[in-house]
């Protein structure tokens, strides 16, 4: 995994919040035809938009509306609402700010700092709640986004793939039925097998190209309707097995560019899907 120089110290919420958005404007989303939700449409379809991470609805109606702005692709809205709502809204605010840097934010310094915002943020929430498992899978998908974008040197200097497969195992092991963390630790498994080879990477990380078709194996079984959970399949089944395994990397993009899309967020992930086949 790649790294950076050692990041300053956590900022506070509100701190963060400021910086996240002081005087960049975030991206609308150019796509059409869009599920619409309110309040009430989040809490009756909670189960489907939440399949892969094992969380409750909240009961707060503010929460609610702001998960309505996520799920109707209004990052910016929910990231503000959820910064807003303090502790409770944090699970919200990490993953409006992360989903729209990784899928929409084009500067790639300003991806780099936000994905190192919620680093800082959910790295503190940790160390507060070690076992706060929504913490945990944000400080781990942000670490691994930041991490692709420096360089595999610096990464294992600072120790980032160890702080990474750590936050994910433990999360595995609080929630058994987190699907997203499932796939998050198969990617974590190829992408390193990808970058160092299967030897090096065994020895130093603990990875294997089989514990990583299991971990995808089981997240998709949790949640058989994640399209990004299959192109990252895909993707691991080249980085492991080159053309090997092209063929059935391709079904998979195909699987996931045809999957319904219950909300914005998932049709970035059909638009991927269907951007990798066209340049395939």
């Known amino acids: 995994m790649p790294g950076h120089s050692s990041p300053p110290p956590p900022p506070s919420p509100a701190g963060t919040a400021a910086a996240a958005t002081s005087g960049l404007p975030w991206m609308a989303l150019a796509l059409a035809d869009l599920p619409r939700f309110d309040a009430a449409a989040v809490r009756a379809q909670w189960p489907r938009l939440h399949a892969g991470q094992c969380m409750a609805p909240p009961e707060s109606v503010p929460l609610l509306d702001g998960w309505a702005h996520f799920h109707n692709g209004e990052f910016e809205r929910a990231y503000a609402i959820g910064m807003d709502q303090g502790s409770p809204g944090q699970a919200l605010a990490n993953r409006a700010v992360a989903i729209y840097a990784n899928y929409v934010e084009p500067s790639e310094a300003r991806r780099l700092q936000l994905f190192r915002q919620i ?28 991490s692709q974008g420096t360089s595999v040197a610096r990464a294992h200097a600072q120790g980032f793939g160890r702080k990474l497969k750590g936050a994910l195992e433990r999360l595995i092991e609080l929630q058994p039925e987190h699907a997203d963390a499932h796939l998050a630790l198969g990617a974590f498994h190829a992408e390193v097998i990808d970058k160092v080879g299967q030897l090096v990477g065994r020895m130093t990380y603990g990875v294997h190209p089989d514990r990583a078709e ?45 999957l319904p899309a219950a909300d914005a967020r998932e049709q970035l992930d059909r638009e991927a899907a269907r951007a990798g086949l066209a340049e395939a």
Request: with cysteine; hydrophobic share 40%; net charge neutral.
């Open 119 to 146: 680093v800082e943020r959910t790295g503190a929430l940790i160390d507060a709640e070690p076992d706060n498992c929504h913490a945990r899978y944000w400080y781990a998908y942000a670490l691994g986004r930041y």
């Open 214 to 258: 299991e971990l995808f194996v089981r997240g998709l079984s949790l949640n058989p309707h994640s399209a990004s959970g299959m192109i990252e399949y895909a993707n691991a089944l080249v980085m492991i097995h080159g053309r090997k395994r092209q063929a059935e990397a391709t079904r998979l993009y195909e699987q996931a560019a045809a």
